[in-house]
């Protein structure tokens, strides 16, 4: 392959397909990683020449491996776009353990197994003389958190901490790691959060519901909005291929006004932060 070569986790649909399509534009060849073939098709029937299409759950590990061993064996791998995640909301009182943990495997665990499996081939670039580079699809939900959405809080604020470890690791070895932090964006994520959402309600203890019943409404007209409201996902696209192809990508960046304004009650105090977020019901 003689052209630059990135690979897109969770490239079916928002954020990850806009990236496969910015990046196939610059001229790159795309391993873009689906988890269905219906996706696979699609992804294969709209770029026929410059996506390679891999099937991978993030959370499969066999799956990741294989995934690895092939795009080592085809050549260097210049960047690595962790994007794959779910958003699974509801209170941690009552959220299903087994939901919780789902949540961290795909949006943390799974981030980390994919970046073990491609460094070979990432260090592979940097060995040829060429730019290595990992972009970690964070979300301003890593900086501040609020109610209702603590599992996927966790995972985000978790995903901070890895990238920064990550970033200091992998510095003697030139391949910069940069750690996107979006605000709202138009992506089935919020529909998808709000169905799964509704499926581990109707689970809860009845006096659970009752109590929770307000927040719930809260969070659930927050996706409504940010669904049909949020910045389009090309918004978040563009920022990556410049951080994987830009001459000096800096270590985070923030898309949208709301991550802007959200940074800036992030630096607050304590007691103020939590009045305007978290605590404040
Ligand atoms: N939308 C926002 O407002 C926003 C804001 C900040 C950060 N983000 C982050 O952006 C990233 C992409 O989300 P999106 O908004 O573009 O949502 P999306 O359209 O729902 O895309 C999520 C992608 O992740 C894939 N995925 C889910 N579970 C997976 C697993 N176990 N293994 C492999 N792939 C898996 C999905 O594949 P399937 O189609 O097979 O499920 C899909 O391709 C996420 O990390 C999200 O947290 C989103």
Redesign the pocket.
Known sequence: MTSRSFLV?????????SCVDGLVRSGAHVWA????SE?EDALRRDYPEAVTVLR????DDASVRAAGERVLATGPLHGLVN?????LPGPLEHIPIEVFRRQIE??LI?QLTVTQAMLPALRQSREQGQNARIVM?????GRIAGPMLGP?HAS?HGLLGLADSLRAELAPSGIPVVLIE?????????N?GAAAGDEVFAQFPAAGRERYAAQIADVRATATR?AAH?LP?ER?AQVIVTALTGRHPRPRYLVGRDAQAAAMVARLPFRLRYRLTAAKR
């Open positions: 986790t969770g490239a079916s649909t928002g954020i990850g397909r990683t689906v988890r269905t996706d991978m759950d993030v959370t994007n794959a995640g779910v958003a795909v949006n799974g699809v964070g979300s301003i939900a996927y985000k979006p605000g709202a964006i138009a992506t089935p994520i919020w998808r940010a949020g996902p978040v």
